[in-house]
């Protein structure tokens, strides 16, 4: 049986930089995972960094009390000393309560509706970045996201932590209806933002940056600050296609409320469901649901098997794309 007195040393230096890219990579992960489009999936218990598999290894009872005292102990605590002491976990619990924080503090840029808006990186670690913007409907708010992606690259030998410098001429590019004044929620230094910022700048103090606009910033194109931004960020109607699939519906869902199908722009728009849906999952769960629930199935029954319409035909041909 092999000891830890017995490890050769080139092995505890393999074992060692594996451990140090795990930890900047496991920071991209939390970040991308709590700001990316849906929603955060976080394991109570798992604060920290947590070497378990995961069934059932890490259903564990949730250490709550010392989760409690390692928040007091964040509040306290700057992002260069959590970097420094890495190995601990705090750095990683850290960055996860600001993360979420961030999502609280800013809904109309996580919520139904918000726009996800990759942003171009370029430079000689382009392809170690991840970077995006999450922006309201209205475009009035936003926030900046940036992730190391493989960064072992980056860390190079030694597998120092990919913060400054080690980024060299990497840039990130940013539209300028998201330009404006940004704050660091993690390290909490703040700042104009134009068309393009250094990475190393971004990535000083940790590797992973959430910033979040300071100055609320008017939807209006001919405005400073949001030169580019869509014309129109309001959502439109249901779709005739959704208003006809609707109106077969029973008499029972004739009141529902359609929720509007986002339009195509520069921006991916996110929705957790169609017009269509809506209405269904409403009429099934409406006061007569088992009489609806059987006029659906019938209807879509009858039109897959014998070709009949859901609604009256179209009154015009339209020219195939």
Excluded at 57 to 64: K, M, Q, T
Aim: overall charge neutral; hydrophobic content about 40%.
């Amino acid at each position: 049986m092999l000891t830890a007195d017995g490890v050769p040393e080139a092995l505890l230096a393999v074992i060692r930089r594996a451990a140090e890219i795990a930890m900047a990579a496991g920071l991209g992960q939390v970040v991308l995972r709590t700001l990316s489009p849906g929603v955060p999936d976080c394991y109570q218990g798992t604060e920290t960094w947590d070497d378990s598999l995961v069934d059932p290894d890490n259903r564990r009872p949730v250490p709550f009390e010392e989760r409690h005292e390692l928040l007091a102990d964040l509040a306290g605590s700057s992002a260069e000393e959590l970097l420094e002491h890495r190995r601990d976990g705090r750095v990683k619990a850290h960055v996860l309560q600001r993360a979420l924080r961030a999502r609280a503090d800013h809904p109309g840029c996580v919520d139904i509706g918000s726009g996800y808006l990759p942003l171009a990186v370029e430079g000689r670690w382009a392809d170690h970045v991840v970077a995006f913007a999450r922006v309201s409907s209205d475009a009035s708010d936003a926030l900046l996201v940036i992730a190391p992606r493989l960064p072992g690259a980056v860390m190079g030998d030694d597998a120092r932590p990919p913060i400054g410098d080690m980024w060299g001429d990497t840039t990130v590019t940013v539209p300028g209806f998201v330009q404006g004044t940004y704050r660091d929620v993690f390290a909490g230094g703040s700042g104009d933002i134009g068309d393009a910022i250094e990475v190393s700048a971004l990535l000083a103090t940790l590797p992973v940056a959430v910033l979040e606009r300071t100055t609320d910033t008017a939807a209006d194109p001919g405005a400073p600050g949001v030169v580019g931004a869509p014309a129109r960020w309001a959502r439109p109607g249901p779709s005739p296609r959704a208003m006809r699939s609707a109106s077969s519906l029973p008499p029972s869902c004739a009141a529902l409320t359609m929720t509007p199908t986002p339009r195509r722009s520069t921006l991916t728009r996110h929705s957790t469901r169609s017009p269509f849906t809506a209405s269904a999952t409403s009429c099934l769960t409406s006061a007569s649901g088992p009489a609806a629930l059987a006029t659906f199935s019938c209807a879509f029954f009858l039109a897959s098997v014998f070709g009949f319409p859901l609604a009256k035909p179209r009154t015009k041909n339209v020219p195939s794309r």
